[in-house]
């Protein structure tokens, strides 16, 4: 499980990655999970270089070709909605108390009567999660609501882990990441000057590839948007996956050149010149 944006303004995005365990330590995992401890590869997409294409492809080549035995649930919301109500400073107690526990039951529930599912749980480390006990809480929360609905789980253990020591939380990290980018689709270009975003550019050019390579993950997330009643509103990822690419492609058409040409500025660019009129 982990967390993508806290700020009261953004999306904030509580998700979870189920992987079954024997493929999870499989030699293929277990490899790149060496890797990512030796420090020779790394994930976090908000520092993104279009030199780390390569490794993201080949982290979601290695899961995704598992897809079917994948689920990826996601809870959306945003702090912000909460500020105005009489219990505003109780938000983050609300948001631990409730959505993680929402977001794994929504992985692990639905298997076969006839199979007993145990799971172990790992969460990227944070000390706001340490103080809270996160891990024992929704340990606790999981296994009582298991019994009351009558599930054929059971978790077994629930476990904080620092970044880079596990690839599953790398690659639960990088689907939140990608996920953003798709759901928030920002301009590349600031509507405060003619500059353009080259960072964002590459996000945009990581995030198509991979939905071309793996539409039918990315269409099939549960994604469940938090109302104003504390309901889950299933949302079709599909709407956005469209808009996002028809984005993306007028702005390779305009903008493209500059992540070409730019590659290597540390600094947001100007759109460079073209030599033909633009499209209307």
């Known amino acids: 499980m982990d967390e993508s944006g806290k700020n009261k303004n953004e999306i904030s995005l509580i998700g979870s990655v189920v992987v079954p365990n024997n493929f999870y330590c499989s030699k293929s995992v277990m490899e790149l999970n060496d890797k990512l401890k030796r420090e020779e590869i790394s994930f976090h997409l908000t520092d993104y270089k279009k030199s780390q294409l390569k490794d993201y492809l080949n982290l979601f080549d290695l899961f995704v070709s598992n897809e079917n035995?994948?689920?990826?649930?996601?809870?959306?919301?945003?702090?912000?909605?909460?500020?105005?109500?009489?219990?505003?400073?109780?938000?983050d107690d609300m948001v631990y108390s409730k959505i993680p526990e929402r977001?794994?039951?929504?992985?692990?529930?639905?298997?076969?009567s006839?199979?007993?599912?145990?799971?172990?749980i790992y969460i990227e480390y944070a000390t706001d999660y340490e103080k809270r006990g996160l891990d024992k809480l929704i340990k606790n929360?999981?296994?009582?609501?298991?019994?009351?609905?009558y599930d054929h789980f059971k978790v077994v253990k629930a476990k904080l882990i620092y970044k880079n020591t596990e690839i599953g939380l790398e690659f639960t990290d990088a689907c939140l990441g990608v996920l953003r980018n798709i759901?928030?689709?920002?301009?590349?270009?600031?509507?405060s000057s003619s500059k353009v975003s080259r960072t964002l550019i590459y996000k945009k050019q990581l995030v198509y590839e991979?939905?071309?390579?793996?539409?039918?993950?990315?269409?099939?997330?549960?994604?469940?948007?938090?109302?104003?009643?504390g309901l889950l509103e299933r949302i079709d990822m599909r709407k956005y996956i469209n808009l996002f690419q028809s984005k993306y492609l007028k702005e390779k058409e305009l903008y493209g050149e500059v992540a070409e040409v730019y590659g290597d500025s540390k600094y947001h660019v100007k759109r460079k010149p073209r030599k033909i009129p633009y499209r209307q």
Do not use: P
């Open 69 to 91: 035995l994948l689920r990826f649930n996601v809870v959306a919301f945003k702090r912000g909605r909460f500020s105005n109500h009489m219990l505003k400073g109780k938000i």
């Open 103 to 112: 977001s794994i039951y929504g992985s692990l529930r639905g298997y076969s």
């Open 114 to 120: 006839f199979t007993e599912v145990e799971a172990n």
């Open 141 to 149: 929360q999981l296994n009582i609501h298991s019994l009351y609905r």
């Open 183 to 191: 759901i928030e689709n920002r301009d590349v270009k600031t509507t």
């Open 210 to 229: 991979l939905i071309n390579r793996h539409r039918n993950f990315f269409e099939h997330i549960d994604l469940f948007e938090l109302d104003d009643k």
